[in-house]
C-alpha cells in the first residue's frame, strides 16, 4: 500500500514544526473521543468503522508529532496504575460524559512515554524521555499528580501520526516524550 499522501502530508507537518502551537489539556478535541466511544458501543460495524475514520483523521490533524499539551490547574497529569503512562484528571469532561449513550463509557486515553529501557519498535531515539524526568516519574507512586508538559512523537506503525486505537479495550494510546513533570498536591 502507497501511503504517499500520509508522507506529505507528514513532511508539511516538519516544515511548519516551528509553527505547532502549545495547548492546554483541557482544550483537547472532544469530537473524535465522541466517535470514538460511539463507534464501540454501535452494533453496525460498517458505521462503526466510519465513525472510527472520521476519528482518527481529527485526531491526526490536531495530534501532530512535535505538540506540546501541558497541565493546568483544572487539568493535570496523573500516574495511572499502567506502566509509562499518564492520564489527565479531567477526563472525561462533563460535556463529553453527558455526550454519552448507555453505557457511559468513555474511551480511555493513555499518553505512554518511553526510554532506552523500555522501548517500542518504530520509535525513535529522539522520543525518549529524558533521564531526570522519568526518574521522578518512575520514583512516584500510581496516583501521583503532575503539573508539565508531554511532547507527541511520531509512531511509524500507529493507527494515525502518533497515536494507536486499541478496538477491544476502547483505549487511545498517544506516543508522548514527557519534556517536565512536578508534583504537586490533587
Known sequence: ????????????MI?????VPFSHAHDLPEEPLVLLTEAAEDPCSICAEQKRRQAFKILDEYFVPGREIGGSETCR????????ALVLTCYPSASLRDSL???????????TIY???NRLVGIPES???GKAVYDLYRASPAGTVFEGRIR???YAYGDGLTFNY??????LQFHCVAVELKPVAP
Open 77 to 84: 497529569m496523573m500516574k495511572p496504575d499502567r506502566e509509562n
Open 101 to 111: 449513550d448507555h453505557s457511559g463509557k468513555a474511551t480511555q486515553v493513555v499518553f
Open 115 to 117: 526510554t532506552p529501557e
Open 127 to 129: 522520543g525518549y524521555t
Open 152 to 154: 507527541f512523537i511520531e
Open 15 to 19: 516544515m511548519l514544526l516551528p509553527a
Open 1 to 12: 500500500m502507497i501511503r504517499a499522501p500520509r508522507v506529505a502530508a507528514l513532511l508539511i
Open 166 to 171: 486499541f478496538r477491544q479495550e476502547n483505549r
